[in-house]
């Protein structure tokens, strides 16, 4: 069955810090790969997204993931965290086909980050 | 544009009663869905429509029902509450994945407390 693992349920860091947040498919082919993030009692707004082409893919708020298929990750980075990135961070995929552009998403992460 | 409107943001129910959520979208997507969203579960998809007059089940559907008669309105009905639907309920909308544009559009959510 198709499944999204995040390993880490809560991660703290301090501001400036790097981050490196873990996600992990299980897909029997290559799928589209999301990264969404959730603010307090916001909806979920689009981060950076793969689909085909160079596996390092940039993203907003000065995010990038880097996808490694040997590994079956789509792990998300940013080089110095701001007091502003604290929030939920998912990871989602969905299938080449399937029509209705199904996602399937991991369980978050919750990102807190110390002044 | 607005987007992804969701009505109303909050409201708590007596077991049994009925409501409909609301949602539209103003971005002639063809595509809807509805999520909900329990702690730690990430999100689970309850219904989904590929066009106006067409639904189907997502993963968890029971106990809920839809309709689409226009592009825009993707409205989710519970008919006899149960404290099991205590959750966060997200709309979101997108193109077919066709279109090369895979990425889904969330409202802002309406937190539903079932007593």
């Known amino acids: 069955a198709q499944s999204v693992t995040q390993p880490d349920i809560h991660i703290t860091v301090s501001e400036g810090a790097s981050l490196e947040l873990r996600c992990n498919y299980s897909?029997?082919?290559?799928?589209?790969l999301f990264w969404y993030v959730q603010s307090p009692g916001q909806g979920l707004q689009l981060l950076l997204k793969?689909?085909?082409?160079?596996?390092l893919v940039q993203g907003i708020k000065g995010f990038e993931a880097e996808f490694k298929r040997s590994q079956s990750s789509f792990n998300l980075r940013k080089p110095s965290v701001h007091w502003s990135d604290a929030a939920e961070y998912f990871c989602a995929v969905a299938p080449l086909s399937g029509g209705y552009n199904k996602l399937i998403f991991g369980a978050g992460t919750r990102l807190a980050v110390h002044p | 544009n607005a987007g992804v409107t969701q009505t109303p943001k909050f409201r708590i129910l007596k077991i049994g009663q009925s409501m409909t959520l609301q949602c539209t979208q103003d971005m002639n997507h063809n595509y809807m869905y509805w999520y909900r969203q329990d702690p730690g579960m990430g999100l689970k998809l309850i219904y989904y429509s590929v066009g106006a007059g067409i639904t189907d089940k997502g993963e968890v559907p029971n106990g809920y029902n839809v309709s689409r008669s226009t592009t825009e309105d993707f409205p989710l009905r519970l008919e006899l509450a149960a404290p099991s639907q205590t959750s966060v309920y997200f709309c979101a909308s997108s193109y077919p994945l066709a279109s090369g544009s895979n990425e889904q559009f969330f409202g802002p959510g309406t937190r539903l407390t079932v007593l």
């Open positions: 897909y029997g082919a290559t799928p589209y």
């Open positions: 793969y689909f085909s082409g160079d596996t």
